[in-house]
Structures are given as C-alpha cells and as structure tokens.
C-alpha cells in the first residue's frame, strides 16, 4: 500500500521561509517521480513542481519559480519543497505527489498525499 505522508506546512508572515517534506512508503520510490501540488480555496489543484528519480531534472510552474526548490533524499523516500519568499497567494493546501513517469505527474500522478495548509498571512 502507497502512502505519502507531507509534513511542514503552518501560518508565516509574506516573505518568510518554509521547507515542506513528504515521506512515502509501499514502494521502492526510489525510482519514481516525486513532485508538489497546491489547492487554494475556491481554485482547481495546480502543479508547483517535481523531479525525476534521479533528481537530475525538475520542473516548476512559472509562479514558483525562483522561489520554491524541490529536492528528493531517495535513501529516505522524501521528498522536499523549500518555499522562500512566500507571498499571500502562496497560501493553500499542499499536496505531494508520486508517479513513475515525471511527465505524467506533472498533470495526473497515480498516488496523492492528504495535503499540508500553508497560510501566508501577516
């Protein structure tokens, strides 16, 4: 059974810091793709970034961008996402996200974590 469990997530002020971790189990992930969704109240689930298996590529939307960094520990199945800089439109439920193909995850992976809220407030 897959599981992803995302950890991090909380109430900071515009400007600060986060780093986000999502720990999966179930699989050898190790060869998987590994990536970041967020759902913000009243808005469809977009992708914010993810990486190959070997963490030699990864992408991210246009709206992160120079923000946020993904980055994958595959010794210990996790993924993570730094988010500096954070703006109020940041805010929203993040969710971390698992499939074998990068490409595909991107639009549609196969395995879901529950989701972290990160709040952007001041």
């Known amino acids: 059974q897959v599981k992803l469990v995302e950890s991090g997530g909380g109430l900071v002020q515009p400007g600060d810091s986060l780093r986000l971790s999502c720990a999966a189990s179930g699989r050898t992930f190790s060869l998987y793709a590994m990536g970041w969704f967020r759902q913000a109240p009243g808005k469809e689930r977009e992708f914010v970034g993810g990486?190959?298996?070997?963490?030699?590529?990864?992408y991210y939307a246009d709206s992160v961008k120079g923000r946020f960094t993904i980055s994958r520990d595959n010794a210990k199945n996790t993924v993570y996402l730094q988010m500096n800089s954070l703006k109020p439109e940041d805010t929203a439920v993040y969710y971390c996200a698992v499939d074998v193909n990068l490409d595909v995850l991107t639009t549609k992976p196969n395995y879901w974590g529950q989701g972290t809220q990160v709040t952007v407030s001041s």
């Open positions: 990486i190959s298996w070997s963490g030699g590529t990864t």
